[in-house]
C-alpha cells in the first residue's frame, strides 16, 4: 500500500516563492510517475507537473518558467519548487502515485 503525505504549502503574497514536499511511503520504489496537481474552487483538477517513467518532466504551460519539479529517490520525496507565484495559482495542491492521491495542502496566493 502507498502513502503520499504532501508539506509545505501556506500563504504568500504574489510574487512570493512556496516549495512542496510530498513524502511517499509503501510500495513505492521509485519517485518516477509521481506528479502533482491543483484544484481551485469550482474547478477541475488540473495538472501541474509530473515525472514520466524515463525520468523525464513535463509542466502545465501555465507554470513554464515559474515551477520546477525535482526529486530524491533515497529519500522517495518530490518537491515542487514555485517562484513568481500569482494569485490565479491558488488551489489545493495535490501529489499523486498513479492511483494514489495525497491529501493535499493549500496555496493561497493573495495580498
Known amino acids: 500500500q502507498v502513502h503520499l503525505v504532501e508539506s509545505g504549502g501556506g500563504l504568500v503574497q504574489p510574487g512570493g516563492s512556496l516549495r512542496l514536499s510530498c513524502a511517499a511511503s509503501?510500495?513505492?520504489?521509485?519517485?518516477?510517475?509521481m506528479g502533482w496537481y491543483r484544484q481551485a474552487p469550482g474547478k477541475q483538477r488540473e495538472l501541474v507537473a509530473r515525472i514520466f517513467s524515463d525520468g523525464g518532466i513535463n509542466y502545465a504551460d501555465s507554470v513554464k518558467g515559474r515551477f520546477a519539479m525535482s526529486g530524491d529517490n533515497a529519500k522517495m520525496t518530490v518537491y515542487l519548487q514555485m517562484n513568481s507565484l500569482k494569485p490565479e495559482d491558488t488551489a489545493v495542491y495535490f501529489c499523486?502515485?498513479?492511483?494514489?492521491w495525497g491529501q493535499g495542502t493549500q496555496v493561497t496566493v493573495s495580498a
Open positions: 499523486y502515485y498513479p492511483g494514489i
Open positions: 509503501g510500495s513505492v520504489f521509485s519517485i518516477n510517475r
